[in-house]
Nanobody
Framework: QVQLVESGGGLVQAGGSLRLSCAAS????????MGWYRQAPGKQRELVAT???????NYADSVKGRVTISRDNAKNTVYLQMNSLKPEDTAVYYC????????????????WGQGTQVTVSS
């Protein structure tokens, strides 16, 4: 079907930066919204940022001004540039994409990546 592969996570000190990438591959006719979500230990998964196919963005209040989401439609890839990282940003970050699998289908199916760990030390 569709695979989403994230990369770019790791350990960084508070105030540092990381850039996450997520590449989608497989049965893809088109992709509508793409986004990043995160889940910290003991907490529910929450929205970080989303971006539409024409570039409109939406951010969680907790990351506004520190995070930028972007995408390369030709590469079916979404990015998350994170600056001024804080310990509370520590979480597993998941990529999401709403995919239309073929020209025969008229609906979009959500797919998720396996997650990448981001750890911010104080």
């Amino acid at each position: 079907q569709v695979q989403l592969v994230e990369s770019g996570g790791g350990l960084v000190q508070a105030g540092g930066s990381l850039r996450l990438s997520c590449a989608a591959s497989g049965h893809i006719f088109s992709i509508n919204n793409m986004g990043w979500y995160r889940q910290a230990p003991g907490k529910q998964r929450e929205l970080v940022a989303t971006i539409t196919s024409d570039g409109k963005t939406n951010y969680a209040d907790s990351v506004k001004g520190r995070v930028t989401i972007s995408r390369d439609n030709a590469k079916n890839t979404v990015y998350l540039q994170m600056n001024s990282l804080k310990p509370e940003d520590t979480a597993v970050y998941y990529c999401n994409a709403d995919v239309r699998n073929s020209f025969r289908t008229y609906t979009y199916t959500p797919y998720w990546g396996q997650g990448t760990q981001v750890t911010v030390s104080s």
